[in-house]
């Protein structure tokens, strides 16, 4: 028996000397490799962003190049002669054509009368037949217009006039290529023209892959080309590329340079001798304790632990509350005898593991746990099912115990302060109640009553109790009955469309732009609110399809309004796709929507999310020129250092500070900290749900830059909307970014 002691002590020595060095180990190798992981990604990315400012360098001096080329020929007199004066073919296709081609690389050159109408065109040195100009015409006529609008600069002694030149980025027959448009004048004014008669040489090169090696082989861009869409390949990098007006028009694309992954190569040899040294040691050590008796009794009996247990608070876990509650229930005898379950879920706590931490939020859990025994006594289950998730199963006779009135405590106990790191914390509960009497009732129906009275609770307004009723699973049968409409609603194009809620300047009184807001009237329950179906299609993965049809519509009118905000919601599940980026700008591109016109509005639980999909594709967006705003400002977490991490350009305050708005409420002052927040970050503020005009008059005294609510207009079609843009008096204009006084 001694000997027994005396080794059980010497393993217990040993444990509590190596474990800790053991701990130490792991911990100083998580550490090194999430700081070499951290420092090679910080160094790749890095690298990335010196090649994209360098390419769009490159990209500005071949444009000029490209004009400076044209100037060569188009302001000699003997141009202005042979191809202004008079036409001589044969003289344009030796000293225009062939020369621009054989000389500089031109893959297009093209001769236009005042009028416009081609006098000449080469395709790659060959002189082709006018209509295939047609295929050119689009691209230039925006160029040649602005041209011809360019003022003539008259010739003085000894300087020569500047020429009438400008270039641009566009798609020609599915190529990207650079434009180039120069009026064909006399630089020493010795051949004079009339005004609106001079002809005009346009140069085109393509952004082909002879473009593209050029741009690999001088500029160490590997394996580089043009694209007009976004390749899904990691290991790539991507630079967009836009015209003058802001549209977009190709992807280069090119191997990421990737110096600190080379770091992490040459050094991974050593690092990976280190831990596999360190992890056969960790093994040696722990071999050996697994060898004494006395741990594997101790591991069994906390295996066994463990496994009715909650690690965290010691409570009954799911397995133990499932196996008490059929015991109970099988158990019951007396008529008036029952058994309830009381499922509690916490409120608000998300955001105390955000702000204080994880730890806090154990402790949190925990002082829950021991609240929760404060009301119901030490002789009843109390079951912590995950997370924030607590189950209270009460075994009494009937009339002795009142499971609405106990869920009362449990609400007003938990609404008081929990002191958590010298922070108080404060949460809610949502409790939802079912009852069994008389043993007749299976524990898995009971489980799933509570859940959907739990959900019913959080639904309705949280920090309440709800009794389960049969109509609650009716409810739940809708949401299937919910699912199934929309999936067919989605391949008809009768039932939903797209409506347009105008937003308006606080000081004009102009509508600026308009919001996109799905509706869906269903031919047998008629209109389906949004708040009913938009959860469901979140909850069921329809709602990447019901995005892509509101942005599509949205697109459409924006491209026909340009300058006017068109704004338009996006959910987390969307952000998170992968392919999201793409389809934006696919979508952009297929409409002709302006990128600067379409702003995206997200919640405060993107923000959240921390998400790496989620973030780039807001970096991705806010590069292209595409705005973001963030949704119901001030309902949610309203964390500073959320809208630093993800940099912003609007937040829209809820309609519920709104709705309070008047002389002296509260809800002024803090729709004026909200404001003076946004402006002093260079934040515009939109007010949602405006409906009288004492409480348009209030916002606009407190600086609140965009308005919009039922005081203007609900939600209008298309044609509607359209409408009130063409009726505005002044021109189409992007709302202020000049914040009020």
């Known amino acids: 028996m001694q000997a027994k002691t005396s080794t059980l002590q010497r393993w217990q020595f040993s444990a509590a ?184 040489l346009a140069g085109i090169k393509l952004l082909d892959q002879q473009a593209s090696d050029y741009l690999s082989r001088e500029f160490m861009f590997e394996n580089g080309h043009f694209s007009l869409t976004r390749p899904d390949d990691e290991a790539r990098a991507v630079f967009p590329v836009f015209s003058n007006s802001g549209r977009f028009v190709a992807f280069f694309e090119w191997d990421r340079d990737r110096p600190g992954l080379m770091m992490l190569r040459h050094m991974g040899p050593a690092l990976l001798a280190a831990f596999i040294i360190a992890a056969v040691l960790v093994f040696l050590l722990l071999r050996q304790l697994r060898q004494s008796s006395a741990a594997i009794e101790a591991g069994r009996k906390n295996a066994e632990y463990q496994a009715a247990h909650d690690r965290l608070t010691g409570l009954p876990n799911r397995a133990s509350l499932d196996g008490a509650l059929a015991r109970a229930l099988t158990e019951q005898s007396a008529p008036n005898s029952y058994v309830a379950l009381l499922m509690l879920d916490l409120d608000r706590f998300k955001q105390v593991n955000d702000t204080l931490g994880h730890q806090a939020g154990d402790e949190l859990i925990c002082a829950v746990g021991r609240r929760i025994r404060t009301i119901v006594g030490p002789d009843v289950l109390i079951a912590r099912l995950g997370g924030d998730e607590f189950v209270v199963m009460i075994e009494a006779q009937e009339y002795d115990v009142d499971p609405t009135a106990v869920a009362s405590r449990i609400i007003d106990t938990i609404g008081k302060p929990f002191d958590l790191q010298q922070f108080k914390a404060h949460v809610g509960a949502s409790i939802g109640i079912v009852s069994a009497v008389g043993g007749n009732a299976e524990p898995r129906e009971l489980m799933r009553k509570a859940d959907i009275a739990l959900y019913e609770a959080k639904s309705g307004g949280r920090n309440r109790a709800v009794v389960y009723e049969e109509h609650m699973n009716e409810l739940v049968q809708l949401q299937h009955t919910i699912e199934g409409e929309l999936r067919e609603a989605l391949q008809r194009e009768d039932q939903l469309n797209v409506v347009f809620q105008p937003l308006v300047d606080q000081h004009s009184r102009e509508v600026i732009g308009a919001e996109a807001l799905a509706r869906w009237h269903h031919p047998k329950f008629g209109h389906i609110s949004p708040a009913r179906f938009i959860p469901v299609a979140e909850a069921t993965g329809l709602i990447d399809a019901l995005g892509e049809f509101v942005l599509r519509r949205a697109c459409a009118l924006g491209a026909t309004a340009p300058g006017r905000t068109i704004a338009v919601n996006i959910s987390p599940t969307q952000l998170r796709n992968p392919r999201f980026a793409n389809q934006v700008f696919d979508i952009l591109r297929q409409s002709g929507m302006q990128p600067a016109d379409l702003e995206l509005e997200i919640t405060e639980s993107i923000l959240l999310d921390d998400e790496h999909v989620s973030a780039q594709h807001l970096k991705t967006f806010r590069a292209a020129g595409i705005h973001i705003a963030l949704d119901d400002f001030g309902t949610g977490y309203s964390s500073l250092s959320y809208l630093k991490r993800y940099p912003v350009d609007r937040i829209k305050i809820d309609r519920s500070f709104v709705m309070q708005l008047s002389d002296g409420h509260v809800s002024v002052a803090i729709t004026q900290a909200i404001v003076t927040l946004a402006h002093a970050m260079d934040l515009e503020v939109t007010a949602e749900g405006v409906e009288t005009e004492e409480q348009a008059f209030i916002l606009s005294q407190l600086g609140c830059n965009t308005l919009q609510g039922f005081l203007f207009s609900g939600g209008v079609a298309a044609e509607r909307i359209s409408t009130l843009f063409a009726a505005q008096d002044t021109p189409a204009k992007r709302r202020s970014t000049t914040h009020a006084a």
């Open 17 to 200: 000397v190596l474990l800790p060095v053991v701990l130490a180990l792991v911990i100083t190798a998580a550490a090194v490799l999430a700081f070499v992981f951290w420092t090679t990604t910080n160094i790749d990315q890095r690298a990335v962003e010196r090649q994209q400012a360098m390419l769009q360098g490159v990209m500005a001096t071949r444009r000029g190049l490209l004009v400076q080329q044209l100037g060569t020929v188009a302001t000699r007199n003997d141009t202005v002669v042979n191809a202004g004066v008079i036409l001589n073919f044969q003289w344009v296709d030796a000293n225009l054509g062939k020369w621009l081609h054989d000389v500089y690389g031109h893959d297009l050159t093209v001769v236009l009368d005042a009028a416009g109408h081609p006098l000449y065109i080469m395709e790659n040195g060959v002189t082709v037949e006018q209509p295939a100009f047609e295929q050119l015409a689009a691209p230039l006529r925006a160029l040649i217009d602005d041209v011809r609008a360019m003022p003539v600069q008259p010739t003085t002694a000894g300087h020569f006039a500047p020429a009438r030149a400008l270039s641009d980025l566009a798609v020609i027959d599915g190529m990207p290529a650079m434009i180039g448009v120069m009026a064909i004048s006399s630089a020493t004014g010795t051949v004079a023209q009339s005004p609106g008669t001079q002809t005009l």
